[in-house]
Each structure stands twice: as C-alpha cells, then as structure tokens.
C-alpha cells in the first residue's frame, strides 16, 4: 500500500500528558498537511511543510503543539499537556507540486487519521 | 464569515433515486478550486470530484456531477442513482489560489449526513 499513512490510529490520553503523532506521507510528496478535525465539524487547517520546511501555521496550533518535518519525509504532530479540548481526530495528508490527476492539480491524498481522546 | 457553507446536517434517500448536496462558498479569489469529500465512519477522506474556477463545464466523475454556479457561488454535489454504501458524511471543501506562492490549503465546510435507505 503506497498512501499516506499515520500511526497510531487511536489515541487515549490524561489530561495534561504529552501525545506524538506520525504521518509518513506518499513517496516523493513533498508538501505535507496537518487538519484537525473536531466532531460534528469539517477538518480544520493546522499547519503546513513543503520538504522540511514549516511554512504555515494556523492560530489553531497554539505553543502546546509542535510539528517537524525532518529531512522532509514523515512528520510529527506533538501535543503537550493534553487538554479535553484537544480530543479530535488528527489528520495528515500530502501532496506533489505540478501533479495533475483528474482535473486536480496538487490533489491532496489523506491518511487514515489519528483519533485522541484526552480524559 | 463562513468560506464553506454546507446548509444541510442531513440528508435521506431511497436506493437508486438522485440526490443533490449543497454548498455554498464565499472568496474574492479568482483562482480557486472546489472540491468534494466523502468521508465513511472509517474516517479516511475519499476524493470525489473537482471544479476549478476557470472551467466552463460542470465536472462529473461516474455517479457523481457538480452543479456550479459561479454567480451564485455554488458547488452542489449531485449523486445520482445513490447506493447503500453512499451512505457517509459528504464535505465540500475550497482551495484558493491556484498560482505561485499558495500552499493550497483546504477550507472545509461542516458536512452533510447522507443516509441512503433501502
């Protein structure tokens, strides 16, 4: 299976622990997306990586969340003390400039999701 | 204010008959790209189909067909001869900026339940 994928798939927490999440991304994909997507909600946009460099950040991805991107291939999502607020699922995805697949230029391909539920 | 506006928490139908999901969008890009998602209890996000702001036909993909209206700033998903395993939360999403310089961040709206009875 070549798609996007993340690890671990469920998530269970304290409140106030630390929780990291990984997306591996598809082969040569060099952008990457973080969205965070709360129940009953669409996916929210977090941040973003083209090779290993963070170029966005949304004000949703407040100084408890960190994200890294190093040599540009899997990344990771770090939350430190977990708040309840914080449940939600985690979802990656990634993309090739200039690719152009049904219609769609850059189509982003998603992973599965990380579901965290902080107690 | 809202970019995506899915104006529908849910919507039911019958096997077999037409279906249409709504969504509004507001942006004073324009270049953009709307596309919709489906998304199963499983969780993953499935690409459906894509319209960008420049193409002057409607986009269909197989059972799937977008009505855009650009004026009115509508992209409503038409699924016809709906199945059993239609039956997810369906999510119209905007890309905008489709040149140079924009990292193409998706914009999603809340979704819509579609529940296809048999």
């Known amino acids: 299976d070549t798609g996007v994928s993340q690890d671990p798939r469920h998530k269970i927490t304290k409140r106030g622990q630390n929780v990291t999440f990984r997306c591996d991304p598809i082969?040569?994909?060099?952008?990457l997306y973080w969205y965070r997507q709360t129940l009953g909600q669409g996916p929210e946009f977090l941040t973003y990586f083209q090779n290993e460099a963070q170029l966005e950040k949304s004000r949703l991805l407040s100084d408890r969340f960190s994200a890294e991107r190093p040599k540009g291939s899997f990344s990771t999502l770090e939350i430190q003390r977990t708040e309840q607020g914080d449940s939600a699922m985690y979802l990656c995805?990634?993309?090739?400039?200039?690719?152009?697949?049904?219609?769609?230029?850059?189509?982003?391909?998603f992973g599965p999701g990380t579901r965290l539920t902080v107690l | 204010a809202q970019k995506i506006t899915q104006t529908q928490p849910g919507m039911f139908v019958q096997e077999k008959e037409a279906v249409t999901l709504d969504c509004t969008y507001d942006?004073?890009?324009?270049?953009?790209?709307l596309f919709w998602y489906k998304q199963p209890s499983s969780g993953e996000m499935i690409f459906l189909i894509y319209q960008g702001s420049y193409d002057q036909q409607n986009a269909t993909e197989g059972r799937y067909s977008l009505n855009f209206q650009k004026a009115r700033k509508s992209a409503n998903l038409v699924i016809s001869a709906s199945q059993l395993g239609d039956s997810a939360m369906y999510f119209c999403a905007m890309r905008e900026g489709q040149s140079g310089g924009s990292n193409y961040k998706l914009t999603f709206g809340k979704g819509t339940l579609l529940t296809v009875n048999p």
């Open positions: 942006t004073s890009d324009p270049s953009y790209g």
């Open positions: 082969s040569e994909h060099n952008r």
């Open positions: 995805a990634s993309s090739f400039p200039g690719g152009l697949r049904r219609g769609v230029y850059n189509e982003q391909f």
